[in-house]
């Protein structure tokens, strides 16, 4: 009788390991049952435990394969939808960078207009500009001429400041003398024979310089 077909034949001997021992049919679960069903058992070989979980795992696979083939249908629906929905998301793009480019071109246009419009007004500034420098030759003559006069006239100026400073300064001092000499004069008897008779010689003396003057109305009444 081979050792491997003794009752202690299934227990897994000292010093291996866990998986590689073979296993129980009492002990297994019911998906491990049906796997070991399917086991040669007609070979007399013991079922080790590492074929468990790919014996387990078959059923599950073939289930998978089979959801899989059912959702194919759907999964192409679904890709469809996307595919379209992509389309008109792409159509949308190139709509909009075809807008995009239109007004592109506009405003390219727009700046060859402005560029054209900027090109005329730098031509006028630089006519206005040869027009000033020209005026400013033409003008800079009777400018420099201006202003000689004008510093001939300030100083013509001040002279006759300083001038009618001085006339009011002797004519305050005259003043003040005649007032001195009419109070003096007040205090004679004749003092109006004599005022008459200084009006009456200075006329005199102011006709004989000038000539032959008649007498205003204002003196003759005054004297």
Same mark, same amino acid.
């Given at each position: 009788?081979?050792?491997?077909?003794?009752?202690?034949?299934?227990?897994?001997?000292?010093?291996?390991?866990?998986?590689?021992?073979?296993?129980?049919?009492?002990?297994?679960?019911?998906?491990?049952?049906? &796997?070991?069903?399917?086991?040669?058992?007609?070979? #007399?070989?013991?079922?080790?435990?590492?074929?468990?979980?790919?014996?387990?795992?078959?059923?599950?696979?073939?289930?998978?394969? &089979?959801?899989?083939?059912?959702?194919?249908?759907?999964?192409?629906?679904?890709?469809?939808?996307?595919?379209?929905?992509?389309?008109?998301?792409?159509?949308?793009?190139?709509?909009?960078?075809?807008?995009?480019?239109e007004e592109v071109e506009g405003i390219e246009e727009r700046l060859v207009s402005l560029a054209g419009l900027?090109?005329?007004?730098?031509? #006028?500034?630089?006519?206005?500009?040869?027009?000033?420098?020209?005026?400013?030759?033409?003008?800079?003559?009777?400018?420099?001429?201006?202003?000689? %006069?004008?510093?001939?006239?300030?100083?013509?100026?001040?002279?006759?400041?300083?001038?009618?400073?001085?006339?009011?300064? %002797?004519?305050?001092?005259?003043?003040?003398?005649?007032?001195?000499?009419?109070?003096?004069?007040?205090?004679? %008897?004749?003092?109006?024979?004599?005022?008459?008779?200084?009006?009456?010689?200075?006329? &005199?003396?102011?006709?004989?310089?000038?000539?032959?003057?008649?007498?205003? %109305?204002?003196?003759?009444?005054?004297?």
């Open positions: 009788m081979p050792w491997m077909q003794l009752p202690w034949a299934s227990l897994p001997p000292m010093g291996m390991s866990c998986v590689s021992s073979p296993v129980r049919p009492s002990s297994a679960t019911p998906v491990a049952s049906a &796997a070991m069903s399917s086991w040669p058992a007609h070979q #007399g070989l013991p079922l080790p435990r590492s074929c468990l979980p790919r014996l387990a795992l078959a059923p599950q696979r073939q289930h998978v394969a &089979a959801s899989a083939m059912l959702m194919l249908p759907s999964k192409l629906l679904t890709s469809r939808t996307c595919r379209s929905r992509l389309f008109a998301r792409v159509n949308g793009l190139e709509k909009r960078l075809s807008a995009t480019k900027v090109e005329g007004l730098l031509s #006028g500034f630089e006519t206005l500009t040869k027009k000033f420098e020209l005026m400013s030759e033409s003008i800079k003559p009777a400018l420099e001429t201006t202003m000689e %006069d004008v510093a001939e006239l300030t100083a013509h100026r001040a002279k006759t400041s300083e001038r009618y400073m001085r006339v009011n300064r %002797d004519l305050a001092i005259v003043e003040v003398d005649l007032k001195v000499a009419l109070d003096e004069l007040r205090l004679y %008897d004749d003092f109006e024979e004599r005022l008459a008779a200084a009006r009456e010689k200075s006329w &005199a003396h102011y006709a004989k310089e000038q000539g032959s003057i008649a007498y205003p %109305d204002s003196f003759l009444s005054k004297s």
